[in-house]
């Protein structure tokens, strides 16, 4: 065999770096945000050496500390996984706090006015507000399709509508009358129930769990995840393919939004002795964020999750030791934002390495077709 010949056989050689370069690139922008912060913390700081310790490790420093950290990050999964559904469908849909908010107040409604029963009760409770929260994640969709006003702009008007009609529904219904804003104390066998003791890890945990991975079989291994990311990619193509793009989309805001609700009255009967919230939330954006940092890839929102609830958590333990405030955890979140959102952020490697690969792929065809 002479050694044009070999050459024909040889495949370019390709970077196991570059061909995962997105997570790589989201790597790169985490560790960069993380050295700005070390950097201002070890010129403002007191002690920079003690604010770093605590900040990184601070989370390790007893089961309650980590636990803690899985706590803070079971809210930001579960708007995480319900914005990986909707924004894979292409459309830009925020309407997953008020869906938030609304299944925690549902699921209050259900356990302090309907009978008790361990078991029975929190099915009711989680049903409820998961299938509020998926219509309320629709409601934006409908409107733009008969009206055509901007998601964003009617997601953020059901948000605060749905906010002032859930702080309604406790304030009429639900209101103890002391010197505190909040509902009655929930029944002890409609909450969830603590799975590890000496923590708050309770067995909501193991719902977010089952979620997460239904959630992953159905975008990667199902017809229908094909079909929403399809239409979110190219809604002409899907089109032409027969696909029912409308449907599809609607189907996807309602998952989203189920999974949302879902969240709000986990969170709410696991966390909460009663309904206490008087503003509204915002766990939106820590979803927009994690489905971010994970690429778009739903298997990876637990892990974005965590880091930005090990962050949170350790900055927070940074802050009692140390003279920083906790808020320099948002100052990392938006360095990481502005990186990972920039298109133009190390993607002349890529494009260099794409064209290197063509190239050789190209010669390689060339010598194939004239040896």
Do not use: C
């Amino acid at each position: 065999m002479n050694k044009k010949e070999m050459s024909v056989n040889i495949p370019p050689r390709r970077s196991i770096i570059m061909e995962n370069f997105s997570i790589v690139r989201i790597a790169i922008a985490l560790a960069l945000a993380l050295s700005i912060v070390f950097i201002i913390i070890y010129f403002v700081a007191d002690d920079p050496w003690l604010a770093i310790n605590r900040l990184v490790a601070g989370p390790f420093q007893s089961w309650r500390s980590f636990f803690s950290v899985i706590e803070r990050a079971m809210p930001i999964i579960f708007t995480g996984l319900a914005m990986n559904i909707v924004l894979q469908s292409g459309v830009f849909n925020i309407g997953q706090d008020g869906a938030f908010y609304m299944g925690a107040v549902l699921a209050s409604v259900v356990a302090l006015k309907l009978p008790t029963i361990v078991g029975v009760t929190q099915f009711v409770a989680i049903f409820v507000s998961a299938m509020a929260g998926g219509i309320i994640s629709m409601l934006p969709v409908l409107l733009y399709r008969y009206t055509k006003v901007n998601p964003i702009v009617s997601a953020i008007m059901f948000n605060s509508i749905f906010y002032y009609g859930g702080a309604y529904i406790v304030s009429t219904f639900l209101l103890e009358r002391s010197g505190t804003w909040g509902s009655h104390a929930f029944p002890k066998e409609a909450k969830l129930g603590l799975m590890i003791p000496k923590s708050k890890m309770h067995w909501g945990a193991l719902i977010l769990l089952i979620v997460y991975l239904g959630v992953v079989y159905l975008m990667r291994k199902t017809a229908l995840g094909m079909k929403i990311r399809t239409v979110g990619l190219n809604p002409t193509f899907a089109t032409n393919v027969g696909l029912n793009s409308g449907l599809i989309i609607l189907g996807a805001q309602f998952l989203g939004g189920s999974i949302a609700g879902m969240g709000g009255a986990i969170e709410m009967l696991g966390m909460y002795q009663r309904f206490l919230w008087q503003g509204p939330v915002n766990y939106v954006w820590d979803g927009l964020m994690v489905h971010m940092l994970a690429n778009g890839n739903p298997a990876f929102i637990p892990v974005t999750a965590i880091f930005i609830a090990f962050l949170r958590i350790g900055s927070e333990i940074m802050s009692r030791s140390t003279n920083i405030p906790p808020e320099v955890v948002a100052f990392l979140q938006g360095i990481v934002i502005v990186l990972v959102a920039s298109s133009k952020f190390l993607y002349g490697f890529k494009a260099k390495y794409d064209r290197k690969i063509s190239l050789a792929q190209v010669r390689s065809d060339s010598e194939g077709e004239f040896a």
